[in-house]
């Protein structure tokens, strides 16, 4: 079955200061990856998402993340973080297009000034 | 190109009352997706439809919650008999058709906050 673990339940960064945020899969074959952010009363807005090729991947906002086949994760990192970062994190994984997503627990992100 | 939208954004209830939550997903999505997230957790799926037919529903979707997409645009959940343990975010996702079948990108609506007192 698949799972996704994210590690970091919370961090804490400063501002300006580079980022990095956890997340390893299980799935058996090659799986589509995805990242979201979710801000206190809104939905989840989808930063980057991996499904074959070069296994780093550019988002939105600034954000990119690798997909390590070999270590089963695909952390999202951003180099300088802003305070409007601040958010909860989402990794999550699809078996194929169109099915429902997996997803992580999340990681809340504060950023200090 | 608006989003995708749910109505209300929050809703508090009775335990034992009957709600219904809408959503609209963003025009011409043909897939749309219930999801249901709790206070530190992330989303579980529920289920989804493409077009107007139900394809898969979760365990978690017990005989008090239905579903329905009748033309195949907008969606609703109804929960019947609402229980302290219902309380919760529902999410709604859409995702367009590509040339070669679905796609793998959803897109999520801002949520209905459920509290069942």
């Known amino acids: 079955a698949q799972s996704v673990t994210q590690p970091d339940i919370h961090i804490t960064v400063s501002e300006g200061a580079s980022l990095e945020l956890r997340c390893n899969y299980s799935?058996?074959?090659?799986?589509?990856l995805f990242w979201y952010v979710q801000s206190p009363g809104q939905g989840l807005q989808l930063l980057l998402k991996?499904?074959?090729?070069?296994?780093l991947v550019q988002g939105i906002k600034g954000f990119e993340a690798e997909f390590k086949r070999s270590q089963s994760s695909f952390n999202l990192r951003k180099p300088s973080v802003h305070w409007s970062d601040a958010a909860e994190y989402f990794c999550?994984?699809?078996?194929?297009?169109?099915?429902?997503?997996?997803f992580g627990k999340g990681t809340t992100l504060s950023v200090s000034s | 190109d608006t989003g995708v939208s749910q109505d209300p954004r929050h809703k508090i209830t009775k335990r034992g009352q009957n709600v219904t939550f809408r959503c609209d997903p963003i025009?011409?999505?043909?897939?749309l997706y219930w999801y249901r997230q709790t206070l530190g957790q992330g989303p579980e799926f529920l289920t989804y439809?493409?077009?107007?037919?139900?394809?898969?529903k979760s365990r978690l979707l017990s005989d008090r919650f239905s579903a329905e997409r009748p033309k195949g645009s907008f969606s609703t959940l109804e929960i019947q008999r609402t229980e302290q343990g219902d309380s919760a975010m529902y999410l709604c996702?859409?995702?367009?058709?590509?040339?070669?079948?679905?796609?793998?990108?959803?897109?999520f609506g801002p949520g209905t906050r459920l509290t069942v007192t």
């Open positions: 996702a859409s995702s367009p058709s590509v040339r070669d079948g679905p796609s793998y990108e959803q897109y």
């Open positions: 799935y058996g074959a090659t799986p589509y």
């Open positions: 991996y499904f074959s090729g070069d296994t």
């Open positions: 999550a994984v699809g078996a194929s297009a169109g099915t429902a997503l997996i």
């Open positions: 025009s011409e999505h043909n897939r």
């Open positions: 439809f493409q077009n107007e037919a139900q394809l898969e």
